[in-house]
């Protein structure tokens, strides 16, 4: 925004690099969003022997309009990298220990809903994803796998959707003696009041976020605000209350567990994933592609998915 406002001191910090910049760019699979690209492409513009330096666990881009960004903001591919096999023999990532609890639910889609979905590069729909977090037979499944396993999952971050959601659980887990808290934004929180909707203010889930590090909580609820940035070397186990479509977000939440011994964290981790019974069938990030060579795609092509209906081009013609 600073740069599209012509901002004056960035004006002026770019005039003394005199061309000469070096940009680092932390999480670098988000480069090809519309707004960095246009900063990236207008720096190149200002500064044409600009350096830039990507860092990324994921350098992959689900949105296949938008993946040849990454080759062409990045046209020398990955550069360096590191097998997590070999960080894992390290001491560096912890070894993952896969689980999954089928929940016996089945969600309800529409046909029509899911061929029209099946055909975007889309997580699930916000709709279905409403079923699954608001189903109470469901999150009683999650609670209960908890409690009846606390002893070998011990320190745990579960991602969940809503957060009515989250209170469901944090309340369920502490009417079983679980020492649980929960974080999300208050925006996320359709509440009646202001009143309410301010409780879950910044400080609060600072509060708690800082309780999790300090060993007060036992287990840490949260909806989409732990995926990257936050660093708990101490956490055992990770519960992914629903599968995802997306292999960025499935190794984002998985790597929330995987601090190894080296970084203070743990020899293995848990990875617990609550299956559904989809009666579709769903192109799901798989837990085997995070060790496969699928990341090692220097241009980061998400997987193709194969069209469910042919259209005539003499419809088209007709529609033009």
Same mark, same amino acid.
């Given at each position: 925004?600073?740069?599209?406002?012509?901002?004056?001191?960035?004006?002026?910090?770019?005039?003394?690099?005199?061309?000469?910049?070096?940009?680092?760019?932390?999480?670098?699979?988000?480069?090809?969003?519309?707004?960095?690209?246009?900063?990236?492409?207008?720096?190149?513009?200002? %500064?044409?022997?600009?350096?830039?330096?990507?860092?990324?666990?994921?350098?992959?881009?689900?949105?296949?309009?938008? %993946?040849?960004?990454?080759?062409?903001?990045?046209?020398?591919?990955?550069?360096?990298?590191?097998?997590?096999?070999?960080?894992?023999? %390290?001491?560096?990532?912890?070894?993952?220990?896969?689980?999954?609890? /089928?929940?016996?639910?089945?969600?309800?889609?529409?046909?029509?809903?899911?061929?029209?979905?099946?055909?975007?590069?889309?997580?699930?729909?916000?709709?279905?994803?409403?079923?699954?977090?608001? /189903?109470?037979?469901? /999150?009683?499944?999650?609670?209960?796998?908890?409690?009846?396993?606390?002893?070998?999952?011990?320190?745990?971050?579960?991602?969940?959707?809503?957060?009515?959601?989250?209170?469901?659980?944090?309340?369920?887990?502490?009417?079983?003696?679980?020492?649980?808290?929960?974080?999300?934004?208050?925006?996320?929180?359709?509440?009646?009041?202001?009143?309410?909707?301010?409780?879950?203010?910044?400080?609060?889930?600072?509060?708690?976020?800082?309780?999790?590090?300090?060993?007060?909580?036992?287990?840490?609820?949260?909806?989409?605000?732990?995926?990257?940035?936050?660093?708990?070397?101490?956490?055992?186990?990770?519960?992914?209350?629903?599968?995802?479509?997306?292999?960025?977000?499935?190794?984002?939440?998985?790597?929330? %567990?995987?601090?190894?011994?080296?970084?203070?964290?743990?020899?293995?981790? /848990?990875?617990?994933?609550?299956?559904?019974?989809?009666?579709?069938?769903?192109?799901?990030?798989?837990?085997?592609?995070?060790?496969?060579?699928?990341?090692?795609?220097?241009?980061?092509?998400?997987?193709?998915?194969?069209?469910?209906?042919?259209?005539?081009?003499?419809?088209?013609?007709?529609?033009?």
């Amino acid at each position: 925004r600073a740069y599209r406002e012509n901002h004056a001191a960035l004006r002026a910090f770019i005039d003394s690099a005199k061309g000469k910049l070096m940009v680092v760019f932390d999480e670098a699979h988000h480069a090809p969003a519309p707004s960095y690209t246009e900063f990236i492409v207008a720096l190149r513009r200002d %500064a044409p022997k600009m350096k830039l330096l990507g860092l990324t666990a994921t350098p992959i881009y689900n949105d296949e309009k938008r %993946a040849g960004w990454l080759h062409k903001l990045f046209p020398q591919g990955i550069t360096s990298q590191v097998s997590a096999s070999k960080l894992i023999a %390290a001491g560096i990532l912890a070894k993952p220990v896969f689980k999954t609890c /089928n929940t016996q639910f089945v969600p309800k889609f529409d046909a029509t809903q899911f061929q029209r979905w099946s055909a975007t590069y889309k997580d699930v729909p916000e709709d279905i994803i409403e079923q699954l977090a608001k /189903n109470q037979p469901r /999150n009683d499944t999650i609670w209960k796998m908890y409690v009846d396993n606390r002893q070998e999952f011990g320190k745990t971050i579960i991602f969940a959707d809503r957060w009515v959601q989250c209170d469901y659980l944090r309340e369920k887990l502490r009417d079983n003696g679980v020492r649980a808290d929960v974080v999300y934004s208050h925006v996320d929180a359709a509440l009646p009041s202001v009143e309410a909707r301010n409780r879950r203010t910044r400080d609060e889930n600072a509060k708690v976020l800082r309780a999790f590090h300090q060993n007060q909580l036992d287990v840490l609820i949260n909806v989409k605000m732990l995926t990257e940035g936050t660093d708990v070397p101490s956490v055992q186990t990770v519960f992914l209350t629903r599968q995802t479509t997306s292999p960025i977000l499935l190794r984002q939440m998985v790597g929330r %567990a995987l601090r190894g011994e080296k970084f203070g964290g743990t020899n293995t981790a /848990n990875i617990v994933l609550f299956s559904d019974d989809w009666r579709e069938s769903i192109q799901w990030a798989e837990f085997d592609e995070l060790w496969g060579s699928r990341a090692d795609d220097a241009k980061g092509e998400p997987r193709k998915r194969l069209p469910l209906q042919l259209i005539s081009i003499e419809l088209i013609r007709r529609l033009a």
